[in-house]
């Protein structure tokens, strides 16, 4: 998945001002998926976009910048931020879990017991 940096178009412009507030001044979004999107000025939506597309890299494959996409909702994702931390967090803890030994190999070694150990047998 990657992280979109949306150039909004003048409909879409009016629904995000309505979800968010008539007095904010969008032209832009920030989609990141499942996990959410914020609405802004280009600048504001470019900063977050560019930083989130390599930090979170268990999260996305980089970005893309796209016009006329329909995100999910056009109400920005309260606390966007710390939900993609804890989510590429947990997904960062799972890749470092020990990994289960193959036990699909009916010929696994002979293991010795404690008197062939000390005797090298």
């Known amino acids: 998945m990657k992280v979109l ?16 507030g008539a007095r904010k001044q969008i032209t832009h979004a920030v989609v990141c998926g499942e996990y959410g999107q ?3 000025t280009e600048k504001q939506c470019r900063k977050y976009y560019s930083a989130w597309s390599e930090i979170f890299p268990k999260l996305f494959d980089g970005g893309k ?18 939900i993609l931390i804890a989510a590429h967090d947990s997904r960062e803890d799972n890749s470092k879990l020990p990994q289960k ?16 150990r000390l005797f090298g047998k």
């Open 5 to 20: 940096l949306v150039e909004l178009e003048d409909e879409q412009i009016r629904k995000a001002k309505e979800a968010n």
């Open 65 to 82: 910048e796209v016009k006329g996409y329909e995100p999910a909702s056009y109400e920005s994702t309260f606390d966007l931020v710390n």
């Open 38 to 40: 914020i609405f802004g």
């Open 101 to 116: 030994p193959n036990t699909s190999n009916p010929k696994r070694p002979r293991q010795k017991g404690l008197l062939a």
